[in-house]
């Protein structure tokens, strides 16, 4: 946020998927704007803390992306946000990534950015228990329902597929890397890069 910050008019700013960041953001940059859009249900998440942050937030928008037309939902009329964060979200929903880009440039300014992150399904560890016949993704609960989805990765993305849906919807993929947020430093030190925990994509808006 610091470099978006330094080089655009970073404003007004939509964070999906509302955790505990929130909070960090408007602590470090007081001067950015902040809305969440989450769909809150108590059940969902198990600790108080979550729902008390996005009190935190200038506005809050109470959004199912999986059942609310988002393909021409726009949040707000008046002004459109300068970016979004998308972080460890779209691993988690059940819908093609293309509909979730769609809304987020909908909602964006001309020049806007998106920040988007999200675990990398090539990862060297996933690679090496498919080699050894060992699947790496998790069966769904046997009783799974709604309450289960921020807890389970209904489909885990590569890097290609998830630079192609960001140009089908009409972005301009800036800068992308791969990286260790979720790995330990000891093995990240000794993988390639595209090996590998995360996925980090910057795109803009034309």
């Not at 470090?28 to 809150?40: N, Q």
């Not at 460890?88 to 987020?104: A, G, M, Q």
């Amino acid at each position: 946020l610091g470099f978006l910050r330094n080089r655009m008019n970073l404003v007004e700013l939509l964070e999906i998927g509302t955790i505990f960041s929130t909070k960090l953001i408007h602590e470090f940059f007081p001067d950015i704007r902040i809305s969440t859009l989450d769909k809150y249900e108590e059940h969902q998440i198990g600790y108080e803390g979550v729902y008390r942050i996005k009190d935190t937030a200038r506005a809050h928008y109470n959004v199912d992306l999986l059942t609310d037309d988002i393909d021409i939902l726009v949040l707000r009329s008046g002004r459109l946000f300068d970016a979004v964060l998308l972080c460890e979200v779209i691993e988690h929903l059940l819908l093609h990534p293309r509909h979730v880009l769609k809304f987020i440039f909908n909602n964006l300014v001309p020049g806007g950015r998106l920040y988007l992150t999200t675990p990398n399904a090539f990862d060297r560890h996933k690679v090496w228990r498919f080699l050894n016949r060992d699947f790496p993704f998790p069966l769904y609960p046997l009783h799974f329902g709604p309450s289960d989805a921020h807890m389970h990765h209904v489909r885990e993305y590569g890097p290609s597929e998830l630079l192609e849906a960001c140009a089908q919807e009409g972005f301009v993929v800036e800068a992308f890397c791969f990286s260790a947020c979720w790995d330990e430093d000891k093995s990240a030190s000794s993988f390639d890069d595209d090996g590998l925990g995360n996925l980090v994509v910057l795109a803009r808006k034309p």
